[in-house]
T-cell receptor, first 117, second 112 residues
Framework: GAVVSQHPSWVICKSGTSVKIECRSLDFQATTMFWYRQFPKQSLMLMATSNEGSKATYEQGVEKDKFLINHASLTLSTLTVTSAHPEDSSFYIC?????????????FGPGTRLTVL | KQEVTQIPAALSVPEGENLVLNCSFTDSAIYNLQWFRQDPGKGLTSLLLIQSSQREQTSGRLNASLDKSSGRSTLYIAASQPGDSATYLCAVVSGSARQLTFGSGTQLTVLP
């Protein structure tokens, strides 16, 4: 149980285009999902907290108009990188909390590698 | 603001050695601490989760300890194998938002 998937696993796009990444909790409901970004040789940095049915909470320094988050259901959150540029190339990982389990444990997706040319 | 530090940043050992990875955190008011493994270009694999009320957790050749009052945790790997080569991340849940804060990781290389 507690499986989280991400789609796509990798994406290459041209500068200026928008890219949508999906995060799904496959076998549980998640009111809260998190989006992280990881640059090469660095650790994971929290970008935003996504709450079902409400606006996401963004960490300091993360542009909410550039990284659009939608959490329309208890099993799906999406991150859209708008007008992507090469500096947005990174590894994006989502995680989710299980309503029925320990509120302090997050289950992670396998990540999405974004490369912007 | 919670800060998590991992020492050393990189470690190279011959196969068969026992080794210890260190993690420290600045705010001792944590809910839990978790150790993850990350292979190059891959996502996270959860290794061990220690609740704030616990002092250690074991899984196979791995043993993680937690000293919440001093803000420290160690991950002990017994009889290391080349397949253990990866980056090991420590993370704590803390704060009213129960956010997960990661350390910068220890890159482990086990030489055959």
């Amino acid at each position: 149980g507690a499986v989280v998937s991400q789609h796509p696993s990798w994406v290459i796009c041209k500068s200026g285009t928008s890219v949508k990444i999906e995060c799904r909790s496959l076998d549980f409901q998640a009111t809260t999902m998190f989006w992280y970004r990881q640059f090469p040789k660095q650790s994971l940095m929290l970008m935003a907290t996504s709450n079902e049915g409400s606006k996401a909470t963004y960490e300091q320094g993360v542009e909410k108009d550039k990284f659009l988050i939608n959490h329309a259901s208890l099993t799906l959150s999406t991150l859209t990188v708008t007008s992507a540029h090469p500096e947005d190339s990174s590894f994006y990982i989502c995680s989710a909390r299980d309503l029925q389990r320990d509120w302090n444990e997050q289950f992670f997706g396998p990540g999405t590698r974004l490369t912007v040319l | 603001k919670q800060e998590v530090t991992q020492i050393p940043a990189a470690l190279s050992v011959p196969e068969g050695e026992n080794l210890v990875l260190n993690c420290s955190f600045t705010d001792s008011a944590i809910y839990n601490l978790q150790w993850f493994r990350q292979d190059p270009g891959k996502g996270l694999t959860s290794l061990l989760l220690i609740q704030s009320s616990q002092r250690e957790q074991t899984s196979g050749r791995l043993n993680a300890s937690l000293d919440k009052s001093s803000g420290r945790s160690t991950l002990y790997i017994a009889a290391s194998q080349p397949g253990d080569s990866a980056t090991y991340l420590c993370a704590v849940v803390s704060g009213s938002a129960r956010q997960l804060t990661f350390g910068s990781g220890t890159q482990l290389t086990v030489l055959p």
